[in-house]
């Protein structure tokens, strides 16, 4: 059975620092999903810097086949060692899942990954490796839909010592609330956002450390099918829409104009919410088969910035708050980022004058670039992107 990984992570930085001394880099290929979490010893620039090549450089060889022996072999010849601590500048954990589930950890003095599977701590068994004269765990084990893999820097398991806690949170309780966070069946986005907000939280908001979670997700493929925008060509109707209808997955319509489409075709009546929580974003529309129906550009450009600002900045838990909003937009950027991992687009290419308006700005003018847009942003999420257009 084939799988997708669904990574997310998120990084405090230390009170008083501009930048994060610790590095997540993913990377995916055609039959894998990488994820490097690295710590760079100290903080601030120099903990950055170390951080960023240790993963980057993890990642990369990982992903054109080099074995953890020349990957550490690589990382002791061209990093530093500290002159008065004598050890390497970062640690790292490497996980690498294949499609087929095939799963390989790889931790070098970064704490012990956290893998939970129905409810219960997974431990499986793990080889201890010197390479370079670095010990090196590796663990090799076969990933099933629902496992949640989580792993953090040693900020997490310390926070709040001396200050809200006297021996700061520990490994062992930081698996405790995960076994209680992952029975609410959150998504990796959310799992991660919230237990790097307790981190903070224990921190009282001053981190003493830089503080990384990320969370690695099994999950069975999930195809959201986005219908948007009427044929260029209106013979093309019928064709678009069972085309549309036949695919599997959950059904999105975006679009007045391809609503009715979709309903004359099927013979089908559409129906209007009466109900929304922001005036600002049109209500969405019933159509019996469909899972969501929603007015075109102003709501595909509001979930654009939704989905850009979970792109661009470290998600809070307000920010979910804000995305269970039931508001079109709201409900789209829900569906696309914590339900999806393949969105197939069925790209109408007719252009409708109502978006040629020069008062209008520029975003809004066209659906086609939105989509366009729309389809970047998914790709840097990890999501598998199909178009077909007519």
């Known amino acids: 059975m084939s799988v997708h990984i669904d990574v997310a992570w998120k990084s405090l930085n230390k009170k008083g620092e501009e930048l994060c001394g610790d590095k997540v880099v993913t990377v995916r290929t055609a039959d894998s999903t990488i994820a490097v979490l690295a710590d760079g010893l100290g903080s601030g620039v120099k ?139 959150m998504s990796a986005p959310r799992l991660a956002a919230a237990l790097s907000d307790t981190v903070n939280d224990l921190y009282m908001k001053k981190p003493g450390d830089d503080s990384t979670v990320l969370v690695a997700e099994v999950t069975a493929h999930k195809v959201v099918n986005m219908l948007a925008g009427p044929p260029k ?35 089908r009546k559409i129906r209007t919410s009466l109900t929304y929580s922001d005036p600002s974003i049109p209500p969405i529309g019933f159509i019996e088969g469909v899972d969501l129906v929603t007015e075109g550009v102003l709501t595909l450009t509001r979930t654009l910035d939704i989905l850009q600002e979970y792109c661009e900045k470290d998600a809070d838990s307000y920010y979910f708050h804000r995305i269970d909003e039931q508001n079109g937009a709201s409900m789209l950027a ?21 978006h040629q308006n020069p008062n209008l700005p520029a975003d809004l003018s066209i659906k086609l670039k939105l989509i366009d847009r729309l389809a970047e942003l998914m790709e840097k999420l990890g999501k598998r992107v199909d178009k077909t257009f007519y």
Not at 337 to 350: P, R, S
Request: hydrophobic share 40%; proline share 2%.
């Open 233 to 267: 060509d209106k013979a093309d109707d019928e064709r678009m829409v069972r085309d549309y209808m036949r695919s599997q997955g959950k059904k999105v319509i975006c679009g007045g104009t391809s609503a009715n489409i979709v309903a004359r075709v099927l013979n």
């Open 334 to 354: 829900r569906l696309l980022l914590e339900d999806c991992t393949h969105l197939k687009l069925f790209i109408g290419t007719a252009i409708n004058p109502a």
């Open 47 to 185: 903990a950055n810097i170390l951080a960023t090549l240790t993963s980057t450089i993890c990642a990369t060889m990982v992903r054109e086949g080099a074995t953890v022996a020349d990957v550490v072999s690589t990382i002791v010849n061209t990093l530093p060692v500290c002159s008065v601590r004598k050890v390497a500048y970062a640690t790292f954990s490497i996980l690498e899942i294949k499609d087929s589930g095939e799963g390989y950890l790889a931790e070098f003095d970064n704490p012990f990954c956290i893998y939970i599977r129905d409810g219960q701590r997974m431990e499986f068994k793990c080889e201890y490796n010197e390479y370079s004269g670095k010990g090196v765990y590796e663990t090799r084990f076969q990933a099933l839909p629902g496992d949640v893999i989580t792993i953090v820097s040693d900020g997490v398991i310390y926070a709040g010592v001396g200050e809200s806690l006297n021996f700061g949170w520990t490994w062992d309780h930081v698996v405790k609330w995960l076994l209680n966070a992952t029975a609410l069946d």
